[in-house]
């Protein structure tokens, strides 16, 4: 749905450069790192504009419902996510530069020697080896790709934990989206045999359960006032 709604400019006093959504920066992109019981999460967001509003609690407020819901792993009980900004921040405002963020993982104190950078006597990589894939998971693809025969070498990488940084990104992004009147929601359509009717869903309707408990399900997810020909996300990965 698009709106009549223009994002600001910033126009500095040292020349006439402006910047809104789709201008100077063609496009998003963002570096996640860190392994699931390491030291922390980082990731880089390049292609953000200068003076962009950072809301560390907004961020903060993602990442504690990525925690929740139901069916969780006792890991959730452990960590309690919150975000710190690196680089890229000053005073609450982007500088233009790229932003880095870091989320620390609180159970790595129960793995500082299995996951420690330097080396080890071989007894602290044994305690945690995992030597048998597990179905559904990355865990064959990644020995084979990696020629590795631990396969806690793939995957502290390939793990549900990594998406903590993911979130945080996504968090920057909202935020641009926000300056030019762009929502995002996402309902569920069907748990099981229980299914939406199929009618239309206001935006009122998910605002108003945005914080309810959900299970899983197929789902639908929608922009309000996305206009066409902004710049498209893109994600750098090597792993």
Not at 49 to 63: C, E, F, H, Q, S
Request: overall charge positive.
């Amino acid at each position: 749905m698009r709106q009549d709604h223009e994002a600001p400019r910033r126009v500095s006093q040292f020349g006439g450069v402006s910047q809104r959504a789709g201008g100077i920066f063609p496009s998003l992109r963002f570096l996640t790192a860190g392994e699931s019981h390491g030291p922390a999460l980082t990731v880089i967001v390049e292609g953000l504009p200068a003076g962009l509003t950072v809301d560390r609690a907004a961020i903060d407020a993602d990442l504690r419902r990525r925690q929740g819901g139901y069916g969780r792993g006792g890991r959730m009980k452990i960590e309690s996510d919150s975000v710190e900004v690196l680089s890229g921040v000053r005073h609450g405002k982007t500088l233009g530069s790229p932003v880095s963020l870091v989320i620390r993982n609180r159970d790595h104190a129960n793995w500082a020697d299995v996951m420690s950078p330097d080396p080890q006597p071989p007894e602290a990589k044994k305690r945690r080896a995992l030597k048998h894939p597990r179905p559904g998971h990355a865990d064959l693809s990644g020995a084979l790709k990696y020629l590795t025969d631990d396969l806690r070498e793939v995957l502290e990488r390939a793990s549900a934990r990594e998406t903590t940084a993911r979130v945080a990104a996504g968090g920057l992004a909202k935020a641009l989206l926000a300056t030019a009147g762009v929502e995002v929601r996402s309902h569920v359509l069907s748990i099981g045999k229980a299914a939406a009717d199929g009618a239309a869903v206001t935006w009122e309707a998910l605002a108003a359960v945005e914080d309810s408990p959900r299970a899983s399900g197929p789902s639908r997810t929608g922009t309000a006032a996305w206009t066409a020909g902004s710049p498209r996300p893109s994600c750098r990965s090597t792993r």
